[in-house]
Every structure is written in structure tokens, then in C-alpha cells.
């Protein structure tokens, strides 16, 4: 039991959807907090919901900004059944540090970007 979060894309190939993960994470709630916050206005019910580009950029640009600093008020933590740790620690920068790379080498790397539809959800 416990936060599980997937960032998915739907790729669209001739009147079919092909998806695939782009990123799993177990526990990283101060992740969780800014996509409920700018992705799902503040609804937290586990749906799955639609990211920007513009959106997943926002976060990459975030998280390394957040990592360079070593500011935590860029994405603070979020307490929560089964959340997992609210510290500030080093296994916290190390996942903002590992989300900033995924997320960026998903947009430089996809060049069906037009055709790409990235959705977010999470399991708690």
C-alpha cells in the first residue's frame, strides 16, 4: 500500500493509441502535490489527467531548480496515508534530481511530439 504515480504518454498512430510509461514513482509526494495542484486544480481522487508539455517542463525546470538551490519551498513535501516521507533529505533531491532527467529526455528525444499526449495519475 502506499502512493503509487505514473506519468503515461498516448501516442497517436494512424486511428490507434499506443501508450507507454514514461515514469513510475513510489512515494514522492512532494511530486504528487504539484500535479494535484497545477494538473488537477486541487482534485485529489486518484484520475488520471491530462500534462502539458508546457506543464512537464514547468516541473523539470523546478526540480532542478530546486536541487541547484537546495530549496525545498520549490516543492514541498506532502503529508498523507501512506505517503511516505515528508524529510527533506538526501533520497528527496535524488528524485527530483532522477524526474527533471526523465522528463527532459522525454521531450528532446520525442519527435512525435504533435502526435504525443502525456497524462498523469496516481494510486494511493
Known amino acids: 500500500?502506499?502512493?503509487?504515480?505514473?506519468?503515461?504518454?498516448?501516442?497517436?498512430?494512424?486511428?490507434?493509441?499506443?501508450?507507454?510509461?514514461?515514469m513510475y514513482w513510489r512515494k514522492e509526494n512532494a511530486i504528487h502535490a504539484w500535479f494535484v495542484k497545477n494538473?488537477?486544480?486541487?482534485?485529489?481522487?486518484?484520475?488520471e489527467s491530462s500534462?502539458?508539455?508546457?506543464s512537464l517542463t514547468k516541473l523539470a525546470n523546478l526540480c532542478e531548480q530546486a536541487v541547484k538551490e537546495?530549496?525545498?519551498?520549490?516543492l514541498p513535501t506532502q503529508g498523507?496515508?501512506?505517503?511516505?516521507?515528508?524529510?527533506y533529505d538526501?533520497?528527496?533531491y535524488q528524485?527530483?534530481?532522477e524526474t527533471s532527467k526523465v522528463i527532459r529526455e522525454e521531450l528532446n528525444s520525442n519527435s512525435s511530439l504533435g502526435r504525443t499526449e502525456?497524462?498523469?495519475?496516481?494510486?494511493?
Do not use: A, I
Open 1 to 22: 500500500m502506499g502512493l503509487d504515480m505514473y506519468l503515461s504518454k498516448k501516442v497517436k498512430y494512424k486511428r490507434k493509441n499506443h501508450v507507454d510509461e514514461v
Open 51 to 54: 500534462v502539458s508539455v508546457e
Open 95 to 97: 528524485s527530483l534530481e
Open 70 to 74: 537546495k530549496n525545498p519551498d520549490l
Open 118 to 124: 502525456y497524462f498523469y495519475q496516481s494510486s494511493w
Open 39 to 47: 494538473v488537477q486544480d486541487g482534485k485529489d481522487e486518484c484520475q
Open 80 to 87: 498523507g496515508f501512506f505517503f511516505g516521507s515528508t524529510d
Open 90 to 92: 538526501e533520497y528527496y
